[in-house]
């Protein structure tokens, strides 16, 4: 029998506060109701944790385990599960209201290949000066990129002012790419 601290988990051995309980065994056979005393008994004859896993049930039901062998593969589950997640990234790629045709071109490469790896781009348009007086130029930079990228991402939030700058974000659309790289393959 292994002595935890008290953590948020389950209540386990003598933490457990109740007259009689539901016991499962290590197994996950049902033995029965036992007193608290009788199922302490029990746990400490198999060297094993008397785990408290639905305190709320009439009465409580606890299970005969061994508590750090739970906690550990509990710890690996949730590891396994955090390496499986995958975290979307929002990458950011500036312009300028009065770009030339190569840098836009250059910059609308780099935006697809941020798509491509599945990130979702926030665009921004950078004013600066007397830029500041036609916002309308840098509109049409960003509504001639997301015209662009349209068989490849969406807009998630339409192009909107803030201070000196004017965002844009755009998000992938999946499979996209899938069928334009075979295509682009055969030429």
Known sequence: MTKIAK????????????????????????????????????????????????PNAEPPVCKVMDYSKYKYDQDRKAKAARKNQSRVEVKEMKFRPKIDMGDYETKKNHVLRFLKKGA????????????????????KVLDRLAEDLKPYATVEQQPKMEGRNMHMLVAPIKGAFDVKDTEGDAE
Request: hydrophobic residues 40%; negative net charge; charged residues 30%.
């Open 7 to 54: 953590q948020d988990g389950p209540r386990i051995n003598d933490e457990i506060q109740t007259r009689t309980c539901r016991l499962i065994g290590v197994d996950g056979s049902q033995l029965g109701l036992f007193g608290l005393r009788d199922a302490l008994r029990i746990a400490n004859e198999q060297n094993l944790d008397l785990v408290e896993i639905a």
């Open 120 to 139: 979702r781009v926030k665009v921004t348009i950078m004013f600066r000066g007397r830029e500041m007086a036609h916002p309308d130029q840098g509109l």
